[in-house]
């Protein structure tokens, strides 16, 4: 937990830099109409550094053998993790839909070890209900890929 | 005037069409609730992009119903399976739980309903008369009394939040960054963008809350290793009656709960809070203390009351001074300006048939909410039956479509895995999330009211001191930031040993 601590409240410290560095660039005085646009971000990423410092001072006192996360607790996170990164992914070439069809039915198949006949039923009628409900019902329009082009939506 | 008023926004709210969505947003709302990894903040975030062609009126009706049945729903879960699905519910599994185990689940679901019924109405019925009072003083605010309530907001996250102050202030001004990236709208210049054209757009607030709190919450749910063991519900008309008969005894718990509830509500950091004190105060009071928590129907009415009160006063400075007391709130008030309405005190005045069509909702709303969850608990308590590796890909994938429905962006799905992340890094570092998205949501409103006081003061802070009403404010907003440097000061004054305040959560 204190590594984990450090290390975020430093990423934090280097953001709050990044901000006032950006900020005093832009300008962080009087315009000629009020203050500047790095006025705002300028006061922001300095409070930032000094209360990122303070959490690192509280931290670094502080004795925690408490780890963050244990093997066997990040197995399970890793595993809706990645998947979730893999549907964007397979969003970007083959539309939200089959992406969505794809990642349900692996997700139940491998997580929970469920028949194939209830893989199948899941994966094709959860994405056409939302292609329903989100497509025609209320027109918003998903990314859509080679399926429906083939499909002609 | 003020019931003219009511009866005007009655009108609005009993259309076909109104109740039809204040239906839709229960029984979504009820689902999220029930659902472990979706809250209420996230499925109004989820359902916001639906509703931008909706007239505003039922829009608002939509995600404010979609909230009741959140705030019903979290009871559902936690009395049933003990897993409280919403924060604030944590309380009501203390007795809940014990009670359904006992074979009283019937009992413990409706005294929680009927208390949650009670805080909410006694909520609505304050929020129906000072609405307008305090929408009538906050007309003469300027953009040094709006800055310095603004102050007041955050400043209580600091120091009446509890947890650790830094880390909250920290969550406060990574929202005020977040919210700064992109077009600055006042001078036209680029902000943080270092060249990416992504960046340009900024930070959807919509976007943060499904990542922060729905990804973030499955990440958090599935290492805990979440199984779910539900208690059949035995909930049928007979027990419905029985218990109502009982609850007449609870009148003082009823009565404080909701007073807590609305006074802890309305100022941001609200429900859970005043689940706990309401609580705390039913068992200091009672006969029988010893009684809590091994099934004590008490130790049900008091948390519910208080959630719910402080669910619904929540929506009172949004109303009011466009400044919102939850997550869930800052949510709709985002909606609001995505409507194009613009959020304060001149609502009442140039849209009373929007907020007055929202308050009479309210009390529709939430009677519509009690008999429909009296009535269908069976049916969603089946919800949390449905295996965990269906739920686990289907509000991955929900949460995916609220994000790119915002702006048509695959970026914002990106976004909300990176925001998914961070969202279980801070959980478990106690870095809070409610001031990050309610800094997200007010970053441009409260720069622009910093701004144009400095402009009236050609610069001046002296400003936000001088004039009578922002120094009242501004000073209580400094006391609630120096609180936590001075109260462990205080507390060895009085010889008595610092304490560690109990964590929090959002």
Redesign the interface.
């Known amino acids: 937990?204190r590594v984990?601590?450090l290390v975020?409240a430093s990423v934090?410290l280097l953001?709050?830099g990044?901000?006032v560095f950006?900020?005093v660039g832009?300008g962080i005085g009087?315009?000629t109409?009020?203050?500047?646009?790095?006025?705002?971000?300028f006061w922001?990423?300095m409070?930032?550094i000094a209360?990122?410092a303070?959490?690192l001072g509280?931290a670094a006192r502080r004795v925690d053998a408490k780890p963050?996360?244990r093997r066997e607790?990040?197995g399970?996170?890793l595993?809706?993790?990645w998947?979730?990164?893999a549907?964007?992914v397979l969003?970007?070439s083959l539309g939200?839909y089959v992406s969505?069809a794809l990642?349900?039915g692996f997700?139940?198949r491998w997580?929970?070890?469920?028949s194939w006949l209830a893989v199948l039923a899941?994966a094709v009628l959860?994405?056409l209900a939302?292609f329903f409900i989100?497509e025609k019902w209320?027109?918003?329009?998903?990314?859509k890929g080679p399926l429906e082009a083939w499909l002609g939506q | 005037m003020g019931i003219e008023n009511l009866l005007l926004g009655f009108h609005i709210a009993i259309t076909p069409y109104n109740l039809f969505v204040a239906v839709i947003g229960i029984t979504l709302g009820t689902i999220i609730g029930v659902l472990p990894g979706l809250g209420g903040a996230n499925g109004v975030a989820i359902l916001l992009p639906l509703t931008f062609t909706m007239p505003p009126t039922s829009a608002i009706i939509l995600l404010t119903s979609l909230y009741w049945g959140a705030l019903f729903g979290g009871a559902i879960t936690s009395i049933l399976f003990n897993i409280p699905g919403e924060p604030w519910s944590v309380a009501t599994t203390f007795d809940g739980y014990p009670l359904a185990r006992q074979g009283k689940g019937g009992q413990a679901l409706t005294a929680a309903f009927t208390s949650s019924f009670v805080g909410a109405l006694f909520s609505i019925v304050l929020i129906t008369f000072f609405a307008p009072l305090l929408a009538e003083i906050a007309l003469k605010f300027g953009p040094p009394e709006f800055f310095a309530i603004q102050l007041l907001t955050f400043s209580s996250f600091v120091g009446l939040g509890g947890g650790n102050p830094l880390k909250s202030l920290v969550s406060i001004l990574l929202g005020f960054i977040l919210a700064a990236v992109g077009l600055d709208i006042v001078t036209g210049q680029l902000r943080m963008t270092f060249g990416f054209v992504d960046l340009m757009k900024g930070f959807d607030f919509i976007v943060a809350v499904i990542g922060l709190f729905g990804i973030g919450e499955i990440l958090l749910s599935v290492e805990e290793g979440l199984s779910f063991k539900g208690v059949r519900t035995g909930m049928n008309l007979r027990v419905v009656l029985d218990t109502w008969r009982i609850l007449p005894r609870y009148a003082r718990t009823f009565v404080r709960g909701s007073f807590i509830g609305f006074w802890m509500g309305f100022k941001p950091g609200g429900a859970t809070p005043a689940s706990f004190m309401s609580y705390a105060f039913a068992k200091r009071f009672s006969r029988h203390p010893e009684r809590f928590g091994k099934g004590e129907l008490e130790g049900v009415v008091a948390p519910e009351t208080a959630a719910h009160a402080a669910g619904v006063a929540a929506m009172l400075p949004m109303l009011t001074l466009g400044i919102p007391g939850s997550p869930t709130a800052a949510v709709m008030l985002g909606g609001l300006i995505i409507w194009g309405l613009q959020p304060g005190p001149l609502l009442f005045k140039e849209k009373p048939e929007f907020v007055w069509g929202l308050i009479a909702s309210m009390y529709t709303g939430n009677v519509i909410g009690v008999l429909m969850v009296l009535a269908f608990v069976p049916l969603f308590a089946a919800i949390l039956r449905i295996p965990f590796a269906i739920l686990t890909p289907v509000i991955v994938v929900v949460c995916a479509v609220g994000s790119y429905a915002v702006h048509n962006n695959m970026i914002d799905i990106w976004y909300m895995v990176i925001f998914g992340v961070v969202g279980y890094v801070f959980k478990k570092l106690d870095y809070p999330l409610a001031p990050l998205v309610l800094a997200l949501v007010l970053g441009d409103l409260a720069e622009n009211a910093l701004r144009q006081s400095l402009i009236m003061s050609q610069g001046s802070l002296a400003i936000f001191v001088a004039r009578p009403i922002s120094g009242a404010i501004t000073a209580v907003a400094i006391l609630f930031f120096a609180l936590p440097v001075l109260t462990p000061w205080w507390r060895r004054l009085r010889g008595v040993p610092a304490v560690r305040r109990p964590a929090r959560e959002v």
């Open positions: 937990m984990a601590d975020t934090l953001v709050g990044v901000v950006d900020a832009i009087w315009g109409d009020g203050p500047k646009s790095g006025f705002f971000p922001l990423g409070l930032l209360a990122c303070l959490i509280q963050f996360v607790q990040l399970p996170v595993k809706v993790l998947p979730a990164v549907l964007v969003t970007l939200l969505a990642y349900t997700y139940m997580i929970g070890r469920h899941v959860f994405p939302t989100f209320f027109l918003v329009p998903m990314p």
